[in-house]
Each structure stands twice: as C-alpha cells, then as structure tokens.
C-alpha cells in the first residue's frame, strides 16, 4: 500500500495567517492527490481534487500545489471556520489511502 | 443540496454483526458510486470500499474483505454496510461518502456512524 504521511500533526497559527500543511507519499504518484476538512463535529467536506483543483463551493483561499511525491495544501488568511483536521488521501494506487492528518489551531 | 443521512450509533456485542445504513438525496443515486470509510477513535480515515448502486459491483480494501459487505436499495436510494464478527477492533465512526462515476474523490460525506462493540 501507499503509506501517506503528514509530519505535522498539529499546527498553530493565528487568524490571517497564511498556513501550509505537508503531505508525502511512499512513492510518486503523479498528481492523484486530494485533501479533506474534518471538522471538531466530524462532519468531513472535500476540499482540493486532482492535487490543485479547488471542490465547488471552497473558498479560494484554499489552494493545493506539488508533485511525484511531496504535496502540500495552503491557507491564505485564515479563518475561524477553518480551524479543523486536515487530511489529504492518494488515488494513484489502490487501496486508496490517507494520511495522518494535520490538526490545525489557533494561536 | 446533496446530503447522506446515516443510520443512529450502535451499541453492539462481540461476536454479533452490525448494519448500518446511508439514504442519499438531493441527486441521482444510480449516477455515484457510494464509498465506505473507517475512523478508529483519534485516528485517521482508511478506505473499506465501494459499490455501484447501477448494479451492485462491489470493491473492497483487501484488509476488510471478509469483514465487510456492502449493499444498496436503489428503490429507497440507500446503502448499506454489514460488519461481521465483531471485536472491539471495530469499534469507530464509519462515514459513506459518493463519488460521481470517473471521480476519484470522496465528494459528499455523510455524518457518520458511531459504532461501540462492548460486551
């Protein structure tokens, strides 16, 4: 399987920041990227499809960049609504499998 | 508006079997496959797998073949997840979520269902 790992499990920042959360796969897998919202709720919302295509209706303060095997999703001035768990999860090889998850508070 | 109503938590014995359930609406159900995914507590998300609702194909991570068996009632436009042999392993949040045909993203995601195997 295609190990998915987000070094940064947890991440402060303070409202207006611009954060970015990691993610590196165990091998390339050519862009068959997303990333998912987890809410403290748990209510789970796509967010970024295809490494950098942004889900409709997400605000475009979000934004997915990368490739082969380092991938990354960015925050540009955060919001109070966007303090949740972030995750991001490969397609590029079945079984199709996600990262840690990166948990991101405010300061 | 597209929603994914789960089924209500579970409280369940070991060694029984669990179904819960997820009713889509607000879109075609024969047009989305319905995908299953597990959350043990404080832990991440790992794929179970997916059904075709058009004719009931199913796909399973080879780690919960055998565990889990996927199902749809396309007349009331629900899924269904059995879980067998249950342990305390299986105690977590299990989310359906639908992805359009040819997509390869989890696009709307139900709000879960709790499951607790406790004796």
């Known amino acids: 399987d295609i190990q998915m790992t987000q070094t940064t499990s947890s991440l402060s920042a303070s409202l207006g920041d611009r954060v970015t959360i990691s993610c590196s796969a165990s091998q390339g897998i050519s862009n068959y990227l997303n990333w998912y919202q987890q809410k403290p709720d748990g209510t789970v919302k796509l967010l970024i499809y295809?490494?950098?295509s942004l889900h409709s209706g997400v605000p475009s303060r979000f934004s997915g960049s990368g490739s082969g095997t380092d991938y990354s999703l960015t925050i540009s001035n955060l919001e109070p609504e966007d303090i949740a768990t972030y995750y991001c999860q490969q397609y590029s090889k079945l079984p199709w499998t996600f990262g840690g998850g990166t948990k991101l508070e405010i300061k | 508006e597209v929603q994914l109503q789960q089924s209500g938590p579970e409280l369940v014995k070991p060694g029984a079997s669990v179904k819960m359930s997820c009713k889509a609406s607000?879109?075609?159900?024969?047009?989305?496959?319905m995908k299953w995914v597990k959350q043990s507590h404080g832990k991440s998300l790992e794929w179970i797998g997916d059904i075709n609702p058009n004719n009931g194909d199913t796909f399973y991570n080879q780690k919960f073949k055998g565990k889990a068996t996927l199902t749809v009632d396309k007349s009331s436009s629900t899924a269904y997840m059995q879980l067998n042999s249950l342990t305390s392993e299986d105690s977590a949040v299990y989310y359906c979520?639908?992805?359009?045909?040819?997509?390869?993203?989890?696009?709307?995601w139900g709000q879960g269902t709790t499951l607790t195997v406790s004796s």
């Open positions: 607000g879109y075609t159900f024969t047009d989305y496959y």
């Open positions: 979520a639908n992805a359009y045909y040819g997509n390869y993203y989890f696009d709307y």
């Open positions: 295809y490494t950098s």
